[in-house]
């Protein structure tokens, strides 16, 4: 059984219960606000609302962003079905996760991102729904960086033939020639720092510029590298 | 025995080995910076190198940054004993602020845990100014983490601000209380102070962080 396909909060209510309030708290904002684009997913969505990136790109195109830390595809599968996305109407919602499912394989993981594209979908039937790739991590070449890697060959031969759902390449340029991933990137070999998240999301930014300013993007068929 | 006391590397769950690559990049910058002021500990104090307090203030006083997301206690007891205060320069002081993290232990063994690191760091430096932010609350609601990290700090400021219990540990060290003013009348925790409920705003690390800063240039004449 795929665990990515099964929906699971996170509980702490032992604990502090923050993932609840945030959950409810996402809720109340997809009431309260009017958004173009919805970002949701997990650290690497959370991190990026906290740079000087979304502040001057995402921002002004009225963005929410509903990222958590630590997140899995599973937690992410969840609030979807629990509403997050339910009382926003957005043109764009993009979706990053996967780099927390430690415990899956690269075609479980696929199917889980397939599993929420298919949910999202079912909740808004004309919204575009960008997958930014997954992107590499840790200092020194190591076996999540090929399970990135696998899930996003992967993605490309699934997502290529959904309407409306498009793949965008984030994880490029960022292994140096050594193999290395430098701290200037990533702070922690994870996160992003201002000028990773300018690397890796100016793509998406445009892509997001085409969608919601054109009627339909033009489908660029040159494989990207 | 208290876990708190036994110094030990961040466990590498996910397989990438990122925080061992922290504290090494840690330990080569300690041999060549130039740095006058250590800030060292979870990623409260990680995620202060990116406000604006640290780059528009904190950074004018030759400071480095060696916080590490997740990292307990122990975890910062182990990086000092393993290289990351082998400074070529003498610091002149450390901001120590650790152990929200130690949600599976008793506030006693929290506290035990930071004397422990105070010693050490004693043992290695000298007479070097200690500066202790005391710890945050955190959550939304009223929760047991919240207690303890009050707990930790009342043991924090009985044993360093009470002139009553003095001794060498308490020599040079400095408890700033910065856990004041953050939770609300309800009892409830914003999200525009604490984004997450744990992890302070831009705005919020100004506001919180500021009379670390202001004690540092007080101690350090700047």
Known sequence: ?225 | MNPCVIPKLSEDHDGDERKLSMHKRFVQQAKTDESEILFIGDSIVEQLQFSNLWIEKISALHCVNFGIGGDRVENVLWRIQNGELDFNVKLKAVVLFVGTNNTDCTPHEIFEGILEIIKEIKHRLGSVFIILPTLLPRGQYPNTYRERNDHVNTFLIDKFSNEANADEVTDNVYVVEIHHNIVQNDQTISHHIMHDYLHLTNSAYTKIFGPVYDKLCELLHK
């Open chain 1, 1 to 225: 059984m795929n665990t990515c396909k099964v929906p699971v909060a996170v509980d702490d209510s032992d604990g502090d219960n923050r993932w609840m309030s945030i959950h409810k708290r996402f809720l109340a904002e997809s009431r309260e606000k009017d958004a173009d684009v919805v970002f949701i997913g997990d650290s690497i969505v959370q991190a990026l609302q906290h740079t000087e990136v979304w502040n001057e790109l995402f921002a002004p195109l009225h963005c929410l962003n509903f990222g958590i830390h630590r997140d899995k595809i599973e937690n992410v599968l969840w609030r979807i079905q629990n509403d997050e996305l339910d009382h926003v109407k957005p043109k764009v919602i993009v979706l990053h996760v996967g780099t927390n499912n430690n415990a899956n394989t690269p075609e479980e993981i696929t199917e889980g991102i397939v599993e929420i594209v298919n949910n999202i979908r079912e909740k808004h039937h004309d919204v575009y729904i960008v997958v930014p790739t997954l992107l590499p991590r840790g200092q020194h070449p190591n076996k999540l960086r090929e399970r990135m890697s696998q899930v996003n060959d992967l993605l490309k031969s699934k997502i290529v033939n959904l309407p409306k759902v498009e793949l965008v390449v984030i994880d490029k340029g960022f292994v140096q020639s050594d193999g290395t991933i430098s701290h200037h990137d990533m702070h922690d070999y994870l996160l992003l720092t201002n000028a990773g998240s300018r690397k890796a999301f100016e793509p998406v930014h445009d892509l997001l510029l085409q969608l919601l300013t054109e009627g339909e993007p033009e489908k660029d068929l040159t494989p990207s590298e």
